[in-house]
Antibody
Framework: EVQLVESGGGLVQPGGSLRLSCAAS????????MNWVRQAPGKGLEWVSS????????YYADSVKGRFTISRDNAKNTLFLQMNSLRADDTAVYYC??????????????WGQGTLVTVSS | DILVTQSPSTLSASVGDRVTITCRAS??????LAWYQQKPGKAPKVLIY???SLESGVPSRFSGSGSGTEFTLTISSLQPDDFATYYC?????????FGQGTKLEIK
């Protein structure tokens, strides 16, 4: 069964950095695009970033462009999100989500359990 | 960006009821729309993709319809396990956007 396990969340001060990881298993990782989606406490879902199966194509929401970087290590079946210049409004549960295809536009067919990022002084 | 508007934001219903949730896109998205169910403290789960295709393992009481800018999710006969929050998501463009959610409550 497909498994996505996020880690790396925690409490960080405004302006700080954090790196999230998502360990994937039970599917051929390199043949699927991967994504990060976040949910602020008590709020709805917000797409953050996507990366193609090869890692060659990336996309970002305007709210994180220039501050967050998505990457992947296909040899280790792991997805990353490097988050810099963090702000209070980045506080959210961050979900790793798999796409049903290698690239293009898509929905999200599997989700991890999420990792909480809290930005506060 | 494509704006996606869901209605209602809250819906009260009883077990056995038929309920419909609507999602409207700010421009045509063909049938590039998915529906998700989320329970408190859990990750979302996909129910419907490409507007009307039922994800494997999802009960047949869930159905989706629509194209262009207007879409609906229908639950034909509510079960106790269906009380949750539902989101639509457009994927016509890679700047994916979600509706604001519909919380389905027990009447």
């Amino acid at each position: 069964e497909v498994q996505l396990v996020e880690s790396g969340g925690g409490l960080v001060q405004p302006g700080g950095s954090l790196r999230l990881s998502c360990a994937a298993s039970a599917f051929t990782f390199s043949t699927y695009a991967m994504n990060w989606v976040r949910q602020a406490p008590g709020k709805g879902l917000e797409w953050v970033s996507s990366i193609s199966g090869s890692g060659g194509t990336t996309y970002y929401a305007d709210s994180v462009k220039g501050r967050f970087t998505i990457s992947r290590d296909n040899a280790k079946n792991t997805l990353f999100l490097q988050m810099n210049s963090l702000r209070a409004d980045d506080t959210a549960v961050y979900y790793c989500a798999k796409a049903p295809t290698v690239a293009g536009q898509y929905y999200f067919d599997y989700w991890g359990q999420g990792t909480l990022v809290t930005v506060s002084s | 960006d494509i704006l996606v508007t869901q209605s209602p934001s809250t819906l009260s219903a009883s077990v056995g009821d038929r309920v419909t949730i609507t999602c409207r896109a700010s421009q045509s998205i063909s049938t590039w729309l998915a529906w998700y169910q989320q329970k408190p403290g859990k990750a979302p789960k996909v129910l419907i993709y490409k507007a009307s295709s039922l994800e494997s393992g999802v009960p047949s009481r869930f159905s989706g319809s629509g194209s262009g800018t207007e879409f609906t999710l229908t639950i034909s006969s509510l079960q106790p396990d269906d009380f949750a929050t539902y989101y639509c998501q457009q994927y016509n463009s890679y700047l994916y956007t979600f509706g604001q959610g519909t919380k389905l409550e027990i009447k």
